[in-house]
Nanobody, 117 residues
Framework: QVQLVESGGGLVQPGGSLRLSCAAS????????MGWYRQAPGKQRELVAT???????NYADSVKGRFTISRDNAKKMVYLQMISLKPEDTAVYSC???????????WGQGTQVTVSS
């Protein structure tokens, strides 16, 4: 079993930066594909970025070049560095953990990111 706790959200002006963190508990963290997803009001949840156990990354087109996902397996942490934030980045950002080949995923409770002047 994996538990995920996100932190680092908040209110930021357009063009600003935030770093989200996801703390994981449980065993075999290094084997999980970790991801960040977001859901804006009235919209479906969408993939933001994923990182595999050997740190291969994948990004949504809308965040490429602005967001960077990383992980620290020793600390059981996943990060999402966000720069050049736009109002359309406003959403609840959630951390996700999934083993390759499994249809089951663990989710955190989410952290709110609001980009507004």
């Amino acid at each position: 079993q994996v538990q995920l706790v996100e932190s680092g959200g908040g209110l930021v002006q357009p063009g600003g930066s935030l770093r989200l963190s996801c703390a994981a508990s449980g065993s075999l963290f290094s084997l999980y594909v970790m991801g960040w997803y977001r859901q804006a009001p009235g919209k479906q949840r969408e993939l933001v970025a994923t990182i595999t156990s050997n740190s291969n990354t994948n990004y949504a087109d809308s965040v490429k070049g602005r967001f960077t996902i990383s992980r620290d397996n020793a600390k059981k942490m996943v990060y999402l560095q966000m720069i050049s934030l736009k109002p359309e980045d406003t959403a609840v950002y959630s951390c996700n953990a999934k083993l390759t080949g499994s249809s089951f995923a663990y989710w955190g409770q989410g952290t709110q990111v609001t980009v507004s002047s």
